[in-house]
Nanobody, 125 residues
Framework: VQLQASGGGLVQPGGSLRLSCAAS????????VAWFRQVPGKEREAVSY???????YYRQAVKGRFTISKDNAKNMVYLQMNSLTSEDTAVYYC????????????????????WGQGTQVTVSS
């Protein structure tokens, strides 16, 4: 499975961005997919997750602002990010695995086998 993330950029506080992750080698409908982000000098942190069973999780800091979705026809995964703040500035990565992740471990990057390259999101005025 190969993943390619895109859609990052510079946005003002309060603005929106939609990140995209193009998958090949497997249908996203059958994958457990996640978005992670990382700031230099800090650990990679999980942002959101969606699996083949429809389970969806978000880290607390993005609940109500971010939405993860899949487009099975286009074999894409999206992360819609609204009401962005400077705290959301990071490199964002999409990740996946073929089996669902147990709820208690969705945030653990070691659970994911496939990773895309990062896309930079900068929230600044």
């Amino acid at each position: 499975v190969q993943l390619q993330a895109s859609g990052g950029g510079l946005v003002q506080p309060g603005g929106s961005l939609r990140l995209s992750c193009a998958a090949s080698g497997e249908t996203v409908n059958y994958l457990a997919v996640a978005w992670f982000r990382q700031v230099p000098g800090k650990e990679r942190e999980a942002v959101s997750y969606k699996d083949a069973g429809g389970n969806i999780y978000y880290r607390q800091a993005v609940k109500g602002r971010f939405t993860i979705s899949k487009d099975n026809a286009k074999n894409m995964v999206y992360l819609q990010m609204n009401s962005l703040t400077s705290e959301d500035t990071a490199v964002y990565y999409c990740a996946a695995r073929r089996d669902n992740v147990v709820a208690s471990a969705w945030h653990d990057p070691r659970q994911y086998i496939f990773w895309g390259q990062g896309t930079q999101v900068t929230v600044s005025s």
